[in-house]
């Protein structure tokens, strides 16, 4: 017992900084946070408690409403094309051979760029009248639509943009496909098995794991989308019209909020709103993989 009581020791000292910067990080602003929605502060007088009011009030602000519909409009369209566009690369990837090194370099690279960066860039190739992306879509006989200032096309033109990023996810599909065992693509094969019978009862099954983990880690990171869509259509151009409304993010308005506005307990409120939601989704997430996501080794 003595040295199981050392080896308990040893083991919450190496987890003290992470418990302390939890606490002092994490743990702590939340709870304060907390306190936080169920008064009015803006940051010049104390904290007064006002209950609820800024629950209430999110119920009725329109603007909650036009953010949380954009948010959930962007990550229906980013998740799906993140995945899909993640696991055609990965394939192609799998098939490259000797140079997979440099490829995977190639593919990863993207994901290095600046948020601030990235957002400029895809502001000069999104430009409905002489930007890139319409340009190559006028080769193939499109006429590429007005990204960046047509309200419908903005939500659509930032999940163009969010693509750029996909290598992280296609690195990671990537591992799980070397995972997946070759005898059952051989023995699929001499059953007569075509490529998309393959793919559906051996690939998917056997990165499912992989899948679920980047479903539920793209949908919380496009929940909380931000920096991106401020740096277009928020920050130096601090567009208040239709445009801003359709790249209205949910963190975008709570930010607005709290610093804009100088409205902390509301900021804080829609943060625990936020919060609820994601927690709601995740939640489904979990059960759903309960019965969609297999690993090696379970039981049928």
């Known amino acids: 017992m003595s040295v199981t009581r050392r080896e308990a020791r040893a083991g919450w000292l190496f ?33 007064s408690y006002v209950g609820l009011d800024n629950y209430r009030e999110m119920a009725v602000d329109d603007r909650v409403g036009t953010a949380l519909w954009n948010t959930v409009f962007f990550t229906v369209l980013h998740v799906p094309s993140q995945i899909v566009l993640a696991l055609g690369l990965a394939s192609l990837l799998r098939r490259a051979g000797r140079a997979a090194g440099l490829f995977r370099t190639v593919v990863y690279l993207p994901v290095m760029t600046p948020p601030v960066a990235l957002a400029a860039m895809f502001l000069l190739l999104l430009n409905g009248q002489n930007g890139a992306v319409n340009e ?56 007569g098995a075509s490529p998309w019978r393959q793919f559906w009862h051996i690939t998917l099954p056997g990165i499912s794991g992989t899948v679920y983990f ?87």
Do not use: C
């Open 136 to 191: 190559l879509l006028g080769w193939f006989g499109f006429t590429g639509p007005n990204w960046t200032t047509d309200p419908t096309w903005i939500k659509p033109g930032l999940v163009v943009m969010s693509l750029w990023t996909v290598g992280s996810t296609a690195v990671l599909y990537l591992a799980a496909l070397t995972r997946v065992p070759l005898e059952r693509y051989e023995a699929a094969r001499l059953d």
């Open 214 to 300: 980047t479903a539920v880690v793209n949908t919380i990171a496009s929940l909380q989308v931000f920096t991106e869509a401020y740096a277009m259509f928020f920050g130096a151009r601090a567009k208040q019209s239709g445009e801003g409304d359709a790249a209205l993010f949910y963190v975008i308005h709570l930010f607005q909020e709290a610093f804009g506005s100088l409205r902390m307990g509301y900021a804080s409120a829609l943060a625990w709103g936020l919060f609820v939601v994601i927690a709601v989704v995740t939640a489904v997430q979990v059960r759903l993989s309960r019965r969609y996501v297999h690993y090696d080794g379970e039981r049928s």
């Open 15 to 47: 987890l003290s900084p992470w418990i302390i910067g939890f606490l002092a990080f994490t743990a702590g602003p939340m709870v304060f946070s907390l306190w936080l929605s169920l008064t009015h502060y803006d940051m010049l007088e104390p904290p």
